[in-house]
Nanobody
């Protein structure tokens, strides 16, 4: 079983930047895809970005050009660099990892003030 722990959330002004981090630990042979999702209370969880083990990335249209996902396969980390943040980016951000079943972190709050 894999455990995911996110960090790096917080409060930032519009136009600012934050970097989210997520580390995987536990019993697994290899992690496949890793990703980030976000959720606003009352809404469904939505896709933000993901990255394959080989480094191929995919982004939601709403974050393209502003967010960058990366990973460290040796240490089982995945990162989300978020630039030019907007109030509409405010949400709880969740890390995901496929081992091969999908595991989720507990989430980290990102709040962008206008």
């Amino acid at each position: 079983q894999v455990q995911l722990v996110e960090s790096g959330g917080g409060l930032v002004q519009a136009g600012g930047s934050l970097t989210l981090s997520c580390v995987a630990s536990g019993s697994f042979s290899r992690i496949g895809g890793m990703g980030w999702y976000r959720q606003v209370p009352g809404n469904q969880r939505e896709f933000v970005a993901d990255i394959t083990r080989g480094g191929v990335t995919n982004y939601a249209d709403s974050v393209k050009g502003r967010f960058t996902i990366s990973r460290d396969n040796a240490k089982n980390w995945v990162y989300l660099q978020m630039n030019s943040l907007k109030p509409e980016d405010t949400a709880v951000y969740y890390c995901s990892a496929d081992t091969p079943s999908r595991a989720w972190g507990q989430g980290t709050q990102v709040t962008v003030s206008s």
